[in-house]
């Protein structure tokens, strides 16, 4: 099984982003369980949503806290929320910003991580660049599907496409594919840093 | 037909199914997705030939669903926590004037302290009420287990909850199989009410009776509860040939054998107790479980079953 946590903050599109990241891997054929962590829901306030991934029947509707994968949507959570908590060594890291994890206080912590599997991706600016609005979900789901490999961009675009209409679809699936490029582009980078 | 969609959204489509003619409405956490998608599909035309109507309080809530029901209609509505305690008064009457209502708990914490979260409370504080309740164990057999709730209640002339977790089950999203209009048409007959309230041919239902004449009624009701017993497995077993899969049922269990440990189960929390037994039975711990999906009566009808046949 793959579990999956999303940090975010109210009004993010958190639990949206958990739906359609179940949305596409069922797509794909597998079983998959999205739910959100509620609590007195509210504009602002830290949010956190679920995903597990499996190919077969997924039974347990724990809270995920050992993740596989984390999705960081406002990296002003990193010093309020234990957002890395649980997360395996070898775990998926993506953080929605434009600063490195060493600017944003995390280098120590990366250190410890594989290096392949961390990323950032400056989301939110991609999604005011081709949705208009600071709505970073659709973007990082773009930017998931190329660093955790575990599901294709194109099934992130028809899970875009399956909760959203028209335009707002539109440039939802045209954010998440520059930030799956931003985030390959990125991969490469560490590779070849690795190769060196 | 797979879908992945939220367990709200299962149940409306499943509920829109079963045809209703009369849907109330009453928002309250977790269950208002439910009752927005009946909402959506009324107003789009999805749904025709039921009437939608928003009313001020739960308590009207399921007083509009009981006229609805002694008028004819196959009727419907939604509720949990406070609100189940604020129609309960309805609810007992409901089950006395013996009407198929269908409604739908999405089980939560009762305050104070004030808790969205689930827990059974609600459903259990109705324990007694005469309505049958049926829990979900997923997403699936919610949707399920309301296609059987119509059919139960109305053989039995009995109101039926179905009883879901709160946010557990209402706000997840997994995959579904809901059936095709024509699969639940041939599965649940059109509801033939055992009277009718009708100015044309006018009938008192529910009037005051003395202690004599109540002993009766009560008699009749259990009778009903008892029945309901014998016909709720093999309703399953037809559903399972139906539509192909388990749901539903008086118990059931899962890798009983050599069983040391009985774990009596309601619920979604039966998904982690099944990893939780496949977890322990790999690491060859002794300890092992035998567990159970109860629903209402089961107590008696364990009680009337021989512990080697558990």
Redesign the interface.
Known sequence: MFQVRIHGRGGQGVVTAAEMLSVAAFLEGQHAQAFPSFGSERTGAPVVAFCRIDDREIRLREPVLEPDALIIQDPTLLHQVDVFGGLARDGYVLINTSRTFEALGVGEFARSLCAERLCTVPATEVALQHVGRPLPNAALLGGFAALAGRISLDSVAAAIREKFDGKVAEGNVAAAREAYAIVRGALRETCHAEAD | M?K?I?GSRAVAEAVALCRPEVICAYPIS?QTHIVEGLGEMVKGGELEGCEFINVESEFAAMSVAIGASAAGARAYTATASQGLLYMAEAVFNASGLGLPIVMTVANRAIGAPIN??NDHTDAMSQRDCGWIQLFAE?NQEALDLHIQAFRLGEELSLPVMVCMDG??LT?????VDVPTQEQVDAWLPAFEPRQVLDPAEPVSIGAMVGPEAFMEVRYLAHAKQMRALELIPGWAEEFRTAFGRESGGLLRSYRTEDADTVVVALG?????I??TVDEMRRDGAKIRFRIHTIRNHAGCWLGRTRPDRL
């Open positions: 797979l992945q939220e977790p969205i979260w997923d946010f557990i706000h997840a999203y997994e995959r979604s929390v039966l998904g982690t099944k990893d």
